[in-house]
DNA sequence: CCTTCAATTTGAAACGTTTGCAGAACTCCT
DNA sequence: AGGAGTTCTGCAAACGTTTCAAATTGAAGG
């Protein structure tokens, strides 16, 4: 009777939907270990809670997690999440959730710049997509990640067609490739400008350590030539900034322009409202499911890359050069 | 060797361990479908992602499922999240999970004040436990709330002591059960205190639609007799109102109280800070599976409730009744 | 009316565990 | 040495599907 149900094999129609037709009668769904154990495919997708520490505050995992369910339920996949316990690893728990089979394959998010997960998968050859990617993997692999170099070039030439030759960057020292790729993006515009007097200052603090944070932004803002511009990798640093800013004084955009990415909630309540880069993380889960599943399905496809631009939110904590 | 990696039946504690060693030396891991399929258990916990509008500024679901993956792994146990089809409502997904016998219990949320899911659960005598609450069940069964009425109690307690006698409360049109539960708690706390001078006007504005919020909003603050001070049903209701009255140039606190309730990240970034409780969502998460897992363990148990109060998270969107 | 072939149906094996049971082996006591 | 426990070993059934192979059916051709 799967055989009805399943359309394909040569069932005559009529069969097929007298078949169906009993099964919703009876209410009858298939078991889905019985149909995992013989088929080998469970028809889940897993994904491994990023360890969090006690606060959680972007919206970040809510959305990918949407999007992941809305990618997947049109293939009628559904989402496995499994945290670590206290003191696992999250590559034990990768490793388990593999080796269990109770997933058809993993997404893998927040890549670090050595990342074992991936060498793992892909030795084990198990399908999988990572949201963001290696600086220079020697392994073709799937993956999509935002445009980050991208983003943070226009974020200086917009910035410096507004007059800013000084520019300060604010990024952390947790060591997620994600950081190198934006600061690079950065580097490369500045040096395609070819402009001799641009400067830039870059003050890197620890991702979870509020206290540094704010020293590491303070230090920024009270050195002696302090940057006109300052952009955070990502909103959290630039809402840090612009709060450091309005307390030691400085009027924004007015003394300082700031820029973030990522576009949590917080930036368009923060006055004046923060300028940043919106990656659209719903849909981009969404095309992460759909690579996958099709991975899944053609398990010799090519990889498959994505690299989505982000799109400047633009609000106002930016403008001119002070003094122009 | 089951019976030697379960640890329990009559097994040498030395044999055990030997067992165990070897097990790990080998990279053994039970297959879970033909686990589940033999035993009947999956260690599955399933819940179905609420269907959600295109934006999604909170970051409820994150924590939510930050806190269930915590509590869960300690049992062993995993989250599957099963999403709807566009079109499917969420009761035909949880019919689904339950019957394909994927999961061993569900958590379901955002309860509505005629909520068909706990009605199903129930005939079908699944194992689940509800984040919130129904107003009038002719049943018993498991449940986590937050004491919302407790809240708006305290919060008119407090605005009264300053001074208020005129209040608004913001609340939606959309039938879930916590509008009731904190808007009666805020009339019991008026009831309670016995002062005829005390106002309070109510204005609703359907959930997802801003312009309307803002309508109703401003409805409220154009009134000939404004309200002194307004509670939000939950924050984004209480930042908008701080965001129209600073609109039509009131200054908060000093012409106009405002209290929300959530404590979503962005309350803390609009100036000037908004007053409001916190949930503590992830920990209620995460006692929300433990109480499930306690169910599917004995599912004889008594049916478990528990009403978390929320804290108050004082900032600076309340302050003494004007022209006082 | 028998044969042949395709179309469809039916039967049986397999998936990898858990669990119940029977008996073997060992240890310890009397 | 015999018996009573205790612990271990091994076998077999069962879980609910999918899927392969064989059997049946029906229609067409001779």
Known sequence: MSRALAGHEQIALETRKRVVAAAKELGYVPNTAARTLVSGRSGFVAMVLPVRGPHLVDSF??????????????????LILAAAAVGQSELSV??????????DGVVVTRIAETDERLAYLRERKFPFVAHGRLLDADFPYNWLDTDGAHAFGEAFDMLYELGHRHFGLLTISEPMTFRHLRQDGLAAAIARRGDPSVRLTVATAPRFDRGARIQAVNRMLAAPE????????????????????????LSIPRDLSVIGFDNIAASAYAPPGLTTFDASIRQCAREIAEMLLAVITDRSKEPLSRLVRPTLVTRASHGPVPGK
């Not at 990768?94 to 997933?103: D, K, N, P, Y």
């Not at 940057?227 to 900034?241: C, R, S, Y």
């Open 61 to 78: 995992l809510g959305e990918f997690v949407t999007g992941l369910g809305e990618g997947l339920v049109q293939h009628g996949a559904d």
């Open 94 to 103: 990768l490793r388990h959730v593999v080796e269990s089979g109770r997933a």
């Open 226 to 249: 302090r940057p006109t511009a300052i952009v955070g990798l990502f909103d959290e640093l630039a809402l840090t900034v612009m709060e450091e800013a309005s307390r030691v004084g």
